[in-house]
């Protein structure tokens, strides 16, 4: 089944929204046989304001920490080839391509990417996000914006989710790629109120020619400053 699939859940916690100017500055991974794994990075650049606040980050030193491009082949070694998954894939995704094409490294558009917020769209209510769809699966709540809790947060509502997904993950991802399709369509349609309070709209297969949205051993808990250490989610 799914469920005894390998794979590694990943979050990323930035300086902005876009991945064109704005850097990571913290990454984990949370692997479905167990154990996490965090990065810090100096960004290069200032937090804004706000990012502070939120992240908690306010005068926070990052100079001392490792760039990115300095930690890329070790995080790369840690997923292994393995299937990714995170929440609201899109952002994590394009951020950590982008990091890696600056750090002259192949990109992980070629990786399988599952993500639960499409499932969570098509099968929870309203809102669907993160913290609020684990707390209507029953899974505690953690410390939000943190990329560690997010991780192991987002691990446990795929898990959790993992009832509403087919066994196969080629399976799944196509029917991941046309629940997306469904979530499109329904976005450019004309909505009332009482229309989808799931957020799923009928059952439309997507074109053949639309893409997809898109670990072998345990690791320890592990936390370190250099090594081993969207559609909207609204």
Request: one cysteine or more.
């Amino acid at each position: 089944p799914f469920s005894s699939t390998e794979f590694v859940f990943v979050d990323v916690e930035t300086t902005g929204l876009d991945p064109k100017v704005d850097r990571i500055w913290e990454l984990s991974l949370a692997f479905s046989s167990g154990g996490t794994l965090t990065w810090t990075f100096n960004p290069e650049i200032e937090l804004p304001p706000r990012i502070q606040t939120l992240c908690h980050k306010e005068n926070f030193d990052f100079s001392p920490f490792p760039l990115f491009k300095d930690c890329a082949l070790e995080i790369l070694d840690c997923i292994d080839g393995l299937p990714l998954a995170a929440y609201n894939a899109k952002f994590d995704r394009n951020f950590i391509n982008a990091e890696l094409s600056r750090a002259g490294y192949e990109t992980l558009s070629t990786y399988p990417w599952i993500d639960p917020l499409t499932w969570a769209r098509a099968y929870l209510p309203k809102p669907h996000r993160l913290g609020v769809v684990a707390e209507h699966l029953g899974i505690p709540s953690w410390d939000t914006h943190a990329s560690t809790g997010d991780a192991i947060g987002g691990l446990q509502v795929l898990q959790a989710l993992a009832e509403f997904m087919p066994p196969n993950l080629d399976t799944l991802l196509y029917e991941q790629r046309n629940l997306e399709y469904q979530y499109l369509l329904w976005q450019n349609q004309p909505k009332k109120k009482s229309q989808h309070p799931t957020g799923n709209p009928p059952r439309k297969r997507a074109p053949p020619s639309m893409s997809l949205s898109g670990p072998s051993s345990t690791r320890e808990n592990q936390t370190g400053p250099s090594s081993l250490g969207k559609w909207s989610t609204t």
